[in-house]
């Protein structure tokens, strides 16, 4: 008899350990679905929006789409429905973001690699590294710069053109006015639909998740503030004859290429910072100088970009093409990471030495050229 207790004894622990098993898988896997966890609003540069933008229904006010957004946290979600015509600027600038990321660090040992997975950049954002602060800066500006076009090309419902007030240094016979880019809307805009996600949960203030989140929000003020700094005053003559009777000037956004430059300037320069039990960023280092408003922080130091980490997500450098005669980070020394380079030969043929010949013929000799191509161990 006891003997028959004790078995249902060890069989009702098993059932009942069993539930807990399964009521903590499904916690894990809510944990895994939080938006801030698994994903990120960087994926909306990876999405075709160009094709929902003849299906108005998508955009319509019962629509179901922003639901539909993966990396959205909650509060994204309520601005994506209350802005719906808004979101395929949001990810034409997010993915303009992305291709400069990738431009500007071709030359480095990570060169902004695309994952298969809905964060984009994969684990690596987890850390808190100068490469994870560009990030944010640079899709934050391309947010905000395209936002400001489609405000002025008159896309959105909720804005026009640019209503800034007249520059001070301003000529007083020309005209201020034009259609500029609505800087002011796009950098409002962007600030409201990408720091909520900072802003909108909870941490224990001092804690490393709050300091992860001042960061984000530092860096894409930093996008934000340079987009408007590059921007600038643009005129044109009106008369006949060009007698440039009439000067009409407007706010005009720089090239993002140039925006682009700035930020990694701004990344060259950034500055390690901690959080303080206030819940403050501070200098790790008391002799560097305070960063402002327009500069990028970090808060940990990069991996190792050299050798492939899948847990990271890291590509390494095996395979990548180098410059055999450079001394710099796009060198084969410093991009092999001292591993050595193999040479590979390669034959190029291209048209050349073209002649036209009236009419309408043009011939041209085919040009062959023997190139070497360096490429890491």
């Known amino acids: 008899m006891k003997h028959k207790m004790s078995c249902c004894l060890v069989f009702r622990l098993l059932v009942l350990s069993a539930l807990a098993g399964a009521a903590a898988g499904v916690q894990a896997a809510r944990g895994r679905r939080e938006p801030w966890t698994n ?191 590059k921007s600038r005053v643009t005129c044109k003559c009106h008369g006949v004859s060009g007698s440039c009777s009439l000067i009409t000037c407007w706010q005009q956004l720089a090239t993002f290429r140039e925006i682009g430059d700035y930020l990694r300037d701004k990344y060259e320069g950034a500055t390690e910072v901690k959080v303080s039990r206030r819940g403050k960023l501070r200098l790790s280092n008391p002799n560097y100088s305070l960063p402002t408003a327009q500069d990028l922080v970090y808060l940990e130091d990069s991996p190792n970009y050299c050798i492939r980490n899948i847990s990271l997500g890291a590509p390494g450098t095996m395979g990548r093409e180098c410059n055999k005669t450079s001394a710099g980070i796009d060198g084969c020394s410093l991009m092999c990471c001292g591993r050595g380079y193999n040479t590979k030969k390669i034959v190029v043929k291209e048209r050349c030495e073209c002649k036209f010949h009236w009419c309408c013929r043009v011939d041209c000799n085919t040009c062959v050229t023997t190139m070497e191509v360096y490429t890491c161990k």
């Open 39 to 229: 994903g990120s609003w960087f994926n909306m540069g990876l999405i075709e929006f160009k094709e929902w933008s003849n299906q108005t229904v998508v955009f319509s006010g019962k629509s179901r789409v922003c639901a539909h957004l993966r990396g959205l946290t909650p509060g994204q979600r309520r601005v994506c429905r209350r802005h719906k015509d808004h979101m395929p600027a949001v990810g034409d600038g997010v993915l303009r973001g992305i291709r400069e990321c990738q431009h500007q660090f071709r030359h480095k040992r990570w060169n902004c690699t695309v994952t298969a997975d809905e964060t984009v950049f994969g684990p690596l954002t987890l850390i808190a590294s100068r490469e994870t602060a560009f990030t944010h800066a640079i899709t934050a500006a391309g947010v905000s710069l395209e936002i400001s076009r489609a405000c002025r090309d008159g896309r959105l419902a909720s804005c026009g053109c640019s209503r800034a007030a007249r520059p001070r240094h301003l000529h007083s016979d020309w005209v201020w006015g034009g259609c500029g880019d609505n800087l002011e809307y796009g950098y409002k805009f962007t600030e409201g639909f990408v720091d909520i996600r900072e802003r909108e949960r909870k941490v224990k203030r001092g804690s490393r998740e709050q300091g992860r989140q001042l960061m984000n929000r530092h860096n894409n003020e930093a996008g934000r503030r340079a987009v408007i700094k």
